[in-house]
């Protein structure tokens, strides 16, 4: 069974510009977090889809947007970039979600660079 | 929302000895604890989880132990090597979330 797939793996951008991450869960995953890794935060929560409907958002401004589609691939977009945006973007998938005691397993992240 | 706190930040042991980790978290409807393990340049891995209807579980070298009283739950290895120097972060959800651990990096000296 294929793991969780993130997509790019590396990206650099400019303050200012926007960015899109995709995310593609385990077959037959339906839930699909996200999480903003950085060395002084630790894993901060994002927000978490299920059947194409955000459960649940993490304390981050509004740049940062999400969606599923029907297929649960997830993409995470965010606006206007700053320097502290500069994150590893990490991207997790269970069958049912976290709330449910279910695995939640993690794609190899996707490294943000904002210059 | 949940409150996970994890000890120590670091942690250096010889080859062969033992390492533990603990954590400790505030939510007590949380019933679900799984440890990761993160290597460079690599997204976290599951390695062990414990569900909260048991209180030791083990998968060869690694075992996992749940105080739900105390609310804090720990990671063993034994036996370490060297392909166990990693970052190894707890978690505990509440609701639709997962709250992790500020990760313990532990390096096994050869």
């Known amino acids: 069974k294929a793991g969780v797939t993130q997509t790019p793996r590396y990206l650099i951008k400019t303050r200012g510009q926007q960015v899109t991450l995709s995310c593609s869960p385990i077959?037959?995953?339906?839930?699909v977090s996200w999480y903003q890794q950085t060395p002084g935060q630790g894993l901060q929560f994002l927000f978490e889809?299920?059947?194409?409907?955000?459960?649940n958002k993490g304390n981050f401004p509004g740049r940062f947007s999400g969606r599923q589609f029907s297929n649960s691939r997830s993409e995470m977009n965010v606006s206007t970039l700053e320097l502290g945006d500069s994150a590893l973007y990490l991207c997790?998938?269970?069958?049912?979600?976290?709330?449910?005691?279910?695995?939640?397993?993690f794609g190899p992240g996707t490294r943000l660079t904002v210059l | 929302g949940e409150n996970v706190e994890q000890h120590p930040s670091t942690l250096s042991v010889q080859e062969g000895d033992s390492a533990v980790i603990k954590c400790t978290y505030s939510?007590?409807?949380?019933?679900?604890f799984p440890w990761y393990k993160q290597e460079l340049g690599k997204g976290p891995q599951l390695i062990i989880d414990?569900?909260?209807?048991?209180g030791e579980k083990k998968d060869q070298r690694i075992a996992v132990t749940l105080n739900k009283t105390a609310k804090h739950f720990s990671l063993h290895i034994t036996e370490t090597q060297p392909e166990d120097s990693a970052v190894y972060f707890c978690?505990?959800?509440?609701?639709?979330?997962?709250?992790f651990g500020t990760g313990t990096s532990l390096t096994v000296i050869p």
């Open positions: 978690a505990a959800p509440t609701g639709n979330q997962f709250y």
């Open positions: 889809y299920f059947s194409e409907t955000q459960r």
């Open positions: 939510d007590s409807a949380s019933n679900y």
């Open positions: 077959s037959g995953h339906r839930s």
């Open positions: 997790a998938s269970s069958f049912l979600g976290p709330g449910e005691a279910n695995e939640q397993f």
């Open positions: 414990i569900r909260s209807n048991v």
